[in-house]
């Protein structure tokens, strides 16, 4: 479409809002948000790179599942460990706490 003034152009901010800005203006504009989104895209590389590099660090420190053993307590076993005996609750009605399970809390 012929437009009525080819000095001037309308450059998108963000959000649906417009600016009627001159060539040179433009231009400074446009510049100034390329060099602010090639440093946001740096700093997500340097972080992308920084998780990539943890990842690697756990792979190498963690053993596969095949050469993994279940951890096996070393002594004896704490008290709050052993099992406890089981009980039937006395009075599972009055008691509520244990819901019929017939054991005690």
Do not use: M, N
């Not at 390329?34 to 440093?39: A, D, H, N, V």
């Not at 009075?91 to 244990?98: K, N, T």
């Amino acid at each position: 479409a012929p437009s009525p003034d080819p000095q001037r152009v309308f450059v998108a901010l963000g959000f649906g809002f417009f600016a009627e800005l001159t060539l040179p203006e433009a231009l400074r504009h446009l510049e100034r948000r390329s060099s602010l989104l090639q440093r946001l895209s740096d700093s997500l590389t340097r972080d992308g790179a920084k998780i990539r590099a943890h990842i690697r660090l756990v792979l190498e420190v963690t053993p596969p599942p095949y050469l993994a053993t279940p951890l096996s307590p070393v002594g004896p076993r704490p008290s709050s460990l052993k099992p406890r005996p089981q009980t039937l609750c006395p009075s599972p009605r009055a008691c509520g706490s244990c819901r019929g399970s017939r054991t005690p809390p």
